[in-house]
C-alpha cells in the first residue's frame, strides 16, 4: 500500500507570496493533520481534519488554512509569506481523528520544504 | 514549562549496548503516547505507541509509560549504527480543542559508534 504522500517535495517562494501544499493520506484513512517543523525542534501542529471538517486548530495565524476533500486529500495554504516560514511542512494520515486509542496513529508524509526568500 | 520534554543530547552507545530515551509530560489529560524516528533530512516514523501503564515491547524497542510520575521511555536493545538518529517523543490529549494533536518534545539525537 502506499503510504501518505506530499506535494511539491520542495519549494521556494518569495516574501508576501502564497503558497498551496498537497496531501495524500493512506487509502483507507479519514483524518488529516498538517504539522511545521523547523531545524533542530519537534514538529509543531497546525491542523487535524477528519471527515472533511476541521477538528483542531494550533496556534497559528490566520494566514494559514487547509480543507479536506472528498476523497480526503488535503490542502495547506499559507499566504503572505514571510521568511519566519520557512520549515518542513509535514502531514500525517490516521484512520480516524482524535487520539484515544489504536487507530489513531499518525503517519506521516515525506514532507515539504519551504524556503522563503 | 515544556508540555514535553526531552534532553536533547546527544546520546552516545557504542554498538550492542542498550540506548535509553526518557520524556516527561506536563499535561496529566495526556492519553496517548508515541515514539518516533526521524533519520536526518527525513520525515518522522512511528515506531512504538503505547496507551496504557507498564511496558510494551516489539522486537528490539521497549515504550515504558508511567502516568503517575507523567513519564514515557523508550529502550533499544542490540544498538545498532542505523539506530542513530533524533527520536521523538510525543504525546495526545484528545480532550477538548486538543483532539488529535500531537504534542512533540524537541528530540534526542541518539548516535550508535561501531
Known amino acids: 500500500d502506499a503510504g501518505v504522500t506530499q506535494s511539491p517535495t520542495h519549494l521556494i517562494k518569495t516574501r508576501g507570496q502564497h503558497v498551496t501544499l498537497r496531501c495524500s493520506p493512506i487509502?483507507?484513512?479519514?483524518?488529516v493533520s498538517w504539522y511545521q517543523q523547523v531545524l533542530g525542534q519537534g514538529p509543531q501542529f497546525i491542523f487535524q481534519?477528519?471527515?472533511?471538517?476541521?477538528?483542531g486548530r494550533g496556534n497559528f495565524p490566520d494566514r494559514f488554512s487547509a480543507r479536506q476533500f472528498p476523497n480526503y486529500s488535503s490542502e495547506l495554504n499559507v499566504n503572505a509569506l514571510l521568511l519566519g516560514d520557512s520549515a518542513l511542512y509535514l502531514c500525517?494520515?490516521?484512520?480516524f481523528g482524535g487520539g484515544l486509542r489504536v487507530g489513531y496513529e499518525q503517519y506521516f508524509g515525506p514532507g515539504t520544504r519551504l524556503t522563503v526568500t | 514549562q515544556k508540555e514535553v520534554e526531552q534532553n536533547s543530547g546527544p546520546l552516545s552507545v557504542p554498538e550492542g549496548a542498550i540506548a535509553s530515551l526518557n520524556c516527561t509530560y506536563s499535561?496529566?489529560?495526556?492519553?496517548?503516547f508515541f515514539w518516533y524516528r526521524q533519520y536526518s533530512g527525513k520525515s518522522p516514523e512511528l515506531i512504538m505507541s503505547?496507551?496504557?501503564?507498564g511496558d510494551k515491547e516489539d522486537g528490539r524497542f521497549t515504550a515504558q509509560l508511567n502516568k503517575a510520575s507523567q513519564y514515557v521511555s523508550l529502550l533499544i536493545r542490540d544498538s545498532q549504527p542505523s539506530d542513530s538518529a533524533t527520536y521523538l517523543c510525543?504525546?495526545?490529549?484528545?480532550?477538548?480543542?486538543?483532539?488529535?494533536?500531537?504534542?512533540f518534545g524537541q528530540g534526542t539525537i541518539l548516535t550508535v559508534h561501531p
Open positions: 500525517a494520515s490516521s484512520l
Open positions: 487509502s483507507g484513512h479519514k483524518s
Open positions: 481534519y477528519y471527515e472533511k471538517e476541521e477538528r
Open positions: 499535561d496529566r489529560g495526556s492519553q496517548s
Open positions: 503505547i496507551y496504557s501503564n
Open positions: 510525543a504525546v495526545i490529549n484528545a480532550g477538548g480543542t486538543s483532539y488529535g494533536k500531537l504534542t
